[in-house]
């Protein structure tokens, strides 16, 4: 973790009076980047000057940009993230953000794109038998699931490691069945850039510290709003614990024999901690700590029909969880917020994006149909929080506090490229 950070003149508020409110008219987002990353600099410990001012001017600004006005509640005190933002994750809208382009060592959370990139491209019973070329190159100290050379695993279990685990092994081995990591992280880079994520260079498809390798808080959260366009995505990203096949070995008798562990999401908003509690409405998305990056998270969760996306990046709270707790005011201040705070911005579309009322298919890993948009008024509530191991897919069933697969109605995320408006986790308050 980095060392604390002193607080600094540009946290202050920057306040808009309710008669400037009246008159507040956002101009249109402008795709302008901030100047591309230099390979072996680290991360500052101010924002930069100059910053992107995609999804508005006002996201460019250092500092906090909110909109506080009569009604409106007041920002928690306490936040001591680098950077973070609070987005609506349907209609688009940034209610309020801190250094939201400031360019920033991702950690984990870079794997929100790698899933968004590569998710669809196996069937989930797809099976690969790990070779050792294919888990070369690992960070020293990387987060594993657990994956063995000589063993064979499906493209679901793979996954389930990335998600849950954050495993970099099931990461690596993805990237060799996609032929490579290079062509991987080629085009992670090019999918970032489709989707207007230009604070971003990715160097490692895992996330680990490299030079060069940035994101912000705003990519983040287009990376998590792309991602939950998919179905195995949110799957995945809202399960709490599943199996996970071990290592084949021969039982007492001379059996051949391969058991499964258990392994659980290590995003503590979902599962849940000794000193924090699973978060209401949480869904996912991803969670990641390294050293330059120190902790980061980007969260979803759902309230009374309103879907909310926070990135939170490197906090200088010495508590423990403390990204998630973070995380969980803004969330709070989010939820009593949205409907009384104008926007400082929006969450800009894929360049890609289709206009308005057009249909399409929610992707699935192996680029399987997913929800059709006439589907999401009538599903049914589906209980999510575990799954098993095999070709089968993420089964859902009651974990630690049950759950509801909810698909939202309308068509206010107007950026769909082919996908639908997402169905959504959320988190019944009492337990089963």
């Not at 956002?26 to 101010?46: E, H, K, R």
């Not at 992670?188 to 940035?214: C, F, I, K, R, W």
């Not at 879907?307 to 969880?321: A, K, W």
Request: contains cysteine; glycine residues 10%; proline residues 6%.
């Amino acid at each position: 973790m980095s060392a604390p950070q002193k607080k600094t003149p540009g946290r202050s508020l920057l306040v808009t009076s309710a008669a400037a409110l009246s008159s507040l008219a956002l101009t249109a987002p402008v795709a302008l980047a901030a100047p591309s990353p230099t390979p072996s600099a680290s991360p500052s410990a101010t924002p930069p000057a100059n910053m992107s001012t995609v999804g508005g001017d006002r996201l460019g600004q250092a500092g906090t940009q909110v909109n506080l006005a009569s009604g409106v509640p007041v920002l928690p005190k306490d936040v001591t993230a680098r950077s973070w933002i609070v987005t609506d994750a349907e209609s688009g809208d940034v209610l309020a953000a801190h250094n939201a382009h400031w360019r920033l060592p991702p950690a984990s959370t870079m794997k929100m794109l790698f899933a968004d990139t590569v998710l669809p491209k196996f069937a989930k019973t797809e099976k690969h038998k790990v070779v050792p070329s294919d888990l070369a190159g690992m960070g020293a100290g990387s987060s594993l699931v657990g994956i063995k050379e000589g063993e064979t695993y499906t493209v679901h279990d793979l996954w389930l490691g990335v998600f849950l685990r954050s495993g970099n092994d099931a990461v690596r081995v993805l990237s060799a069945m996609n032929k490579g990591v290079a062509k991987t992280v080629t085009e992670m880079n090019e999918h970032a850039e489709e989707l207007q994520a230009l604070d971003t260079h990715v160097v490692s498809p895992d996330g680990y510290d490299a030079p060069g390798q940035v994101s912000s808080a705003y990519d983040l959260t287009l990376f998590a709003r792309s991602g939950l366009q998919k179905k195995d995505f949110r799957e995945y990203c809202s399960t709490v614990t599943a199996k996970f096949p071990g290592e084949t070995k021969k039982d007492k008798k001379g059996k051949t024999v391969r058991k499964s562990f258990e392994i659980q999401n290590t995003n503590r908003l979902l599962s849940g901690d000794y000193d924090i509690s699973q978060y209401q409405g949480i869904a996912g998305v991803k969670n990641g700590n390294t050293t330059n990056a120190g902790a980061t998270f980007t969260g979803v969760a759902e309230r009374d029909g309103r879907v909310l996306l926070v990135t939170v990046m490197n906090p200088s709270g010495e508590g423990h969880n403390e990204v998630y707790k973070e995380t969980a005011k803004l969330f709070d201040w989010g939820f009593k917020a949205a409907g009384k705070v104008q926007p400082v911005g929006e969450l800009v579309p894929p360049k890609g994006s289709e206009q308005p009322g057009s249909s399409g298919e929610a992707g699935q890993a192996g680029g399987g149909s997913g929800d059709s948009a006439g589907s999401r008024t009538s599903a049914k509530p589906v209980a999510s929080a575990t799954a098993d191991g095999d070709s089968r897919g993420v089964e859902t069933a009651l974990a630690i506090t049950g759950g509801l697969l909810v698909l939202l109605a309308g068509a206010a995320f107007l950026v769909n490229r082919r996908w639908p408006l997402p169905d959504l986790v959320r988190r019944r308050s009492s337990r089963p």
